[in-house]
């Protein structure tokens, strides 16, 4: 793919996010969860037993507000409508593969957020300036890094069910089978250290926590394993590209271009 | 009045008959519900660990919420959702004329046309929380406090009804409400824990701006036998005039609907 390509591709995108402005901002605030669950755990004294103050657990929650600002994924939902509604042939056509489209679109939007993002992290500052922190200029390059790693992860998960749109209808009802243990195993209600040992093993051996809480901490500067972290990420990257390119070729077989 | 009735169960039985086609949704929906439950109530374990206790609430007693939420939860999937959000497709396609055409109200006809029978598993199970965790905290039951739980229940799904029909109706100006119903949910979300939980200013918020105390915390108090008859009383007239202002508001959008494609 050449790099005029990408650039085509990425600005128009863009020029076409812009247009949804509102709805963005509207997205953007719909993340709101994690500064909910800061008020429960900081009213409720609840940091303490897993090791962090309230100014940890604020600048926990806000990195993860972060994180999930720009890996949040719904290509599922986009495919699914492209693919029944036809729209998805004429893609197929073009010597690009149809994804690669739809992470255009998704980088687009998170350019078209990040201005929204800045606001309610400065917003939440006002709330609580004791928080405040600016990240060193590494820990906010690995922290960039991570995130972009997470929001791959998850985009190749949910393109693994949006593959499944070549035999049913209706995969993105399938989505909600992965939304509900990334809800709870990734971070987002709560760090991962407040879960009991048995608990964290189990969700250490599932993609979701790489999702959140390991970029989050990297972003709030809390003690955490870089190393084996973005070896994680790395290996679910690895296993999953495979996963989707096989699925995705056993379903082109079965595509008979609906509605068209 | 009994022409509304009957409408409901030709919308309903139709409904049926054609989700029987989706039995796999079925299923998953029901997957979805148990892994939400489960990890919600693993979450709320976490605020007892060493003792503790989450805003004066017991952990039985923040189960009984639980439940609640649970069931607000399925009736939002299996009514307001599958309803509220068509409207918008309505007025994009421009089919919404249709339906002022009809010679039964509009605002009636666009609430309950459809019913998603995924949603009630959810609704059952959420009833049977309340009860078995009201049991485990030692409550006794009487008619009154059924009673008062009852009307609490209604208070609190008009309000929720009135504030997703406003977002909804809202779509007659604004083509995209999607995103804006996503906000509510997730402030909705914060109706999973008792209101005495959170820091004053969100007990404020969410007593009298976003009413989430009057959908889960207060529900839960009038099964536990706590709730205060004030606080019934402010919950009437409080939904009363959430429902009002739906309707007024409904009247409003109409008059500025111009329907699309003519």
Redesign the interface.
């Known amino acids: 793919m050449s790099f005029k390509v990408i650039k085509t591709l990425l600005t128009t995108q863009y020029a076409y996010m812009l247009e949804?402005r509102?709805?963005?901002a509207?997205?953007a605030?719909?993340?709101?969860?994690p500064f909910?669950m800061f008020?429960?755990w900081?009213?409720?004294?609840?940091g303490n037993?897993f090791g962090l103050n309230d100014i940890g657990l604020a600048r926990y929650f806000l990195s993860a507000f972060l994180v999930r600002q720009f890996s949040v994924v719904w290509v599922v939902f986009s495919f699914e409508e492209d693919s029944l509604s036809g729209r998805l042939s004429p893609y197929l056509l073009q010597p690009l593969h149809p994804l690669f489209r739809y992470v255009a679109s998704h980088l687009a939007e998170q350019a078209t957020r990040l201005p929204f993002a800045i606001a309610i992290a400065i917003t939440f500052f006002i709330l609580n300036p004791s928080s405040f922190w600016l990240p060193s200029l590494p820990q906010l390059f690995l922290a960039y890094l991570s995130t972009h790693l997470a929001f791959t992860i998850a985009f190749l998960l949910q393109s693994l069910v949006a593959a499944l749109c070549f035999w049913?209808e209706?995969s993105s009802?399938?989505e909600?089978?992965i939304?509900?243990?990334y809800?709870?195993l990734s971070g987002l209600?709560?760090p991962l250290s407040?879960?009991p040992s048995n608990?964290l093993k189990v969700a250490m051996i599932t993609p979701f926590p790489y999702l959140i809480n390991f970029p989050a901490k990297v972003l709030s500067g809390m003690p955490v394993d870089i190393f084996n972290g973005f070896l994680a990420q790395i290996l679910w990257i690895s296993i999953l590209v495979p996963s989707v390119n096989i699925l995705w070729k056993l379903g082109l077989k079965r595509y008979t271009a609906m509605g068209a | 009045m009994q022409r509304y009735f009957k409408t409901i169960r030709l919308f309903w039985s139709t409904a049926f008959a054609s989700q029987l086609e989706y039995q796999l949704n079925f299923l998953i929906e029901l997957l979805a519900m148990l892994g939400t439950l489960l990890g919600s109530v693993f979450i709320l374990s976490l605020f007892f660990t060493g003792g503790r206790q989450l805003g004066d609430w017991t952990w039985e007693s923040a189960l009984v919420i639980q439940g609640v939420y649970t069931f607000l939860d399925g009736l939002t999937n299996a009514l307001l959702r599958p309803n509220l959000t068509e409207i918008v497709n309505y007025v994009r396609e421009g089919t919404l004329d249709y339906v002022l055409l009809k010679p039964i109200d509009s605002q009636f006809w666009l609430s309950v046309k459809k019913f998603s029978f995924a949603g009630l598993p959810e609704i059952i199970l959420g009833l049977s929380i309340v009860f078995w965790a009201a049991i485990q905290s030692g409550t006794t039951f009487s008619i009154y406090s059924l009673f008062v739980f009852i009307i609490s229940l209604l208070i609190g799904f008009i309000i929720l009804y009135s504030v997703w029909f406003l977002i909804a109706a809202s779509s007659i100006w604004f083509v995209k409400t999607w995103n804006a119903t996503e906000v509510l949910r997730a402030l909705l979300a914060a109706g999973r824990y008792p209101i005495s939980a959170y820091p004053v200013i969100l007990r404020f918020i969410f007593t009298l701006v976003l009413p989430v105390a009057f959908l889960t915390t207060f529900p839960a108090e009038a099964i536990l036998g706590e709730l205060k008859f004030n606080i019934l009383f402010f919950g009437l007239i409080l939904s009363s005039l959430f429902f009002i202002f739906s309707r007024l508001f409904w009247k409003f959008a109409l008059k500025h609907y111009t329907s699309a494609s003519s």
């Open positions: 949804y509102i709805e963005i509207l997205w605030l719909s993340g709101v969860l909910i008020s429960l900081s009213q409720n004294d609840v037993s049913t209706k009802a399938l909600r089978l939304f509900v243990p809800l709870f209600l709560v407040a879960f608990v």
